[in-house]
Each structure stands twice: as structure tokens, then as C-alpha cells.
């Protein structure tokens, strides 16, 4: 359960904080990625976008086990992950009041290497999954030398905080009278066309789940 601490309170417009953990797990399973942010041995700061998975309360991480900033991140660096949902654009009647109506989570802490075997394949179907439902029921599962290749971290959602801002445009009573549309415009992520691989071997369908894909 994700607890309120000096870093996950939301200054900037505190009236958007949602303490629903349900809320926040949502946001975690609909952004397609979501950012590492740390502090390494130097004191740079480094950042890199990653895909993920929540089973329960743990969010897992993927990382390629070649790249140094990843073994500074297995190693105990503090994180800071942030995933972000873009609902809808919000269209005012002047550019500085646009703005969008977005779900966005932050979550604090440290990643530890996954290295129990049934773990691995469990995260790695949910990590599947979560990019493209119903692939996790294909896909081959990964094989000693992918393993080899890459690094799974876990990190528990107990320090954590979600922002979320809905509703119209607010404009200033005077710009009411503008001859400007004013609005929201939903934004969904949908299938296109599915393109086959140059080396499919011949009478492999698409599977349905492609035509069906939608986020969120």
C-alpha cells in the first residue's frame, strides 16, 4: 500500500492528488512505458525510458544487463519512476490556459535484481502482456541467453503518489465572450495495420488481439 511522505506530496495544484491506490495502479498498467530516474556514482543525473509491469504491488523494470546505467540501478541507486497518461488535450480560448487532462504516477525507492527463476518467466509474461494483451500466449518464452542479456528489476509501490487532472478548459470570465471553440479532444492509442515481417513464414494469420489493441 503506497504511503504519503515529504516526496510524494504534490505541491503544485495539491487539489489533483488522488490517494485512491487503485488509482494509481491504474496508471501503471495503462502507460505503455514509463521513465527511470536516478543520481549515479558521479553525481549525474541519468534517465531512461523502459518498459514495465505491476503484478500486485511490485513494479517491475526492464533493463538490458549490458548497460552500465542499469548495474548502477541493480546496485541500490535510489529511483524514481514516473508514468504518465495523456486522456485528452484540453483546448481553451487562449494558449495559456490549454493544457491536458492526464494521469501521471511517481513512484520512490530501490530496485533489486530478479534472479528466482519462476519469478523471471512470471514477470516476463507480465511484461509481455502489458505491452500487448494476449501476446504472453504466443510469444515463445525467453531462453538461457536472453536471460544472459537481461536484467529485471523489482521494486515495491510503497512510496508513491498519483496526479490526475480532468474536466474543461478554465478560462478567465473575459475570455468567455471569444469567438474560439473551446474543448477537450480525446486521445486513445489504436491499432494500425498489422505489417508482417519480411522473413513470416507464409500462412501465419495476424492474431485478433492486434485489431482489438486499444490504450487506454
Do not use: Q
Not at 73 to 99: I, K, M, N, W
Amino acid at each position: 500500500m503506497p504511503r504519503p511522505t515529504d516526496r510524494t506530496r504534490i505541491h503544485r495544484h495539491p487539489e489533483r492528488t488522488d490517494d485512491d491506490p487503485d488509482v494509481l495502479r491504474r496508471i501503471l498498467d495503462d502507460a505503455l512505458t514509463c521513465t527511470v530516474a536516478w543520481v549515479d556514482a558521479d553525481g549525474l543525473p541519468r534517465a531512461l525510458p523502459t518498459i514495465h509491469a505491476r503484478i500486485d504491488d511490485t513494479l517491475y523494470l526492464h533493463g538490458s544487463r549490458a548497460a552500465r546505467a542499469w548495474k548502477t540501478a541493480a546496485a541500490g541507486a535510489d529511483l524514481c519512476v514516473v508514468a504518465t497518461v495523456v486522456d485528452e488535450l484540453v483546448l481553451a480560448r487562449t494558449s495559456p490556459h490549454h493544457s491536458m487532462n492526464y494521469r501521471s504516477a511517481v513512484v520512490f525507492g530501490r530496485g533489486s535484481e530478479v534472479t528466482d527463476r519462476d519469478e523471471l518467466y512470471a514477470v516476463a509474461r507480465a511484461i509481455t502482456r502489458h505491452v500487448l494483451p494476449g501476446r504472453e500466449d504466443d510469444a515463445a518464452e525467453p531462453g538461457d541467453e536472453d536471460w544472459r542479456e537481461t536484467l529485471l528489476l523489482a521494486m515495491p509501490i510503497d512510496e508513491a503518489s498519483a496526479k490526475v487532472r480532468t474536466g474543461p478548459p478554465v478560462d478567465d470570465p473575459d475570455e468567455l465572450a471569444l469567438d474560439v471553440w473551446a474543448g477537450t479532444l480525446p486521445l486513445h492509442t489504436v491499432a494500425g495495420v498489422p505489417a508482417p515481417s519480411p522473413d513470416l513464414r507464409p500462412g501465419i494469420d495476424p492474431p485478433s488481439y492486434l485489431a482489438e489493441f486499444r490504450r487506454p
